[in-house]
């Protein structure tokens, strides 16, 4: 039992059932994980879904009694759980509010368990058999937990102060969103020509969460938003990096750098 990564859960019961998250392979007492382990593993360990962790159901709107929205943890690091139980797949849209400060450009890390991500039952006992069903890891441990890897990652769409974010839930599914700050850009390239500087921008997030920073003083931490131009000729504006010049994958941008020194960056939404 501990070699299936379960002794935790099994202090849990006071019977050796273990509620469908185990089963035992053969006489000698091996254990071996059933489809229910992924799924309990999956909510503990990528949803935070563990004893003290607030959590918080949320409405679907049209109403739909096959789909189940939880948040869970705090808003500096929000883990979403849907459900679909329906045999049926849903796309869902999501809006997400009350982010904490430090969240600046997020992403959402996803995570599936269905029947395609977790141990595949083989086949049921026989009428009259003495043997029983196997799932395709028993008796010995699947060498990887398929539901525990990360599918993809997508970013979240900007809506006012709230985020955004379109949701493919496929049938008897729980998925799992780990939303966390996205990269930061960087400046990586400058000139100054005519009181202005050129600033080129390597950005691995959307555009809109972005704005570029200035400050006269490195000591005092104080950044600012500063107003840029996207070609140096239309109006100075204080926006995002949608405002700017794309120059292969990058964004170029226009500051004015007259007056005192100052020292330039790229920032997240204030």
Known sequence: MASSDSLSMAFKFQTIDFYGLLAVANSGGDFYRTPLWYAWKLLQTKANLVEGSPMFQTAVQPLNTKLDVFAVGDPDHPRIILINRSFDARSIELTLGGLGSTVKNPIANRYVFDEDRSAQFIGPAAVGSPLRGEFSDAPAISPRDIALERVDEFWLAANGVDYRLQVECGPISITVL??????????????????????????????????????TNLMDGTWGSVAHSDDGVHPFLVTNLNYSTMEGTNQVIYVEATGSQGFFRIGGAE
Request: proline residues 11%; glycine residues 10%; aromatic residues 8%.
């Open 178 to 215: 780990d939303v966390v700050s996205g990269p930061p850009a960087a400046i990586i390239e400058g000139a100054i020509t005519n009181g202005m500087a050129r600033l080129v921008v390597d950005a691995s997030a959307p555009a809109y969460g972005y704005f570029p920073k200035s400050t």
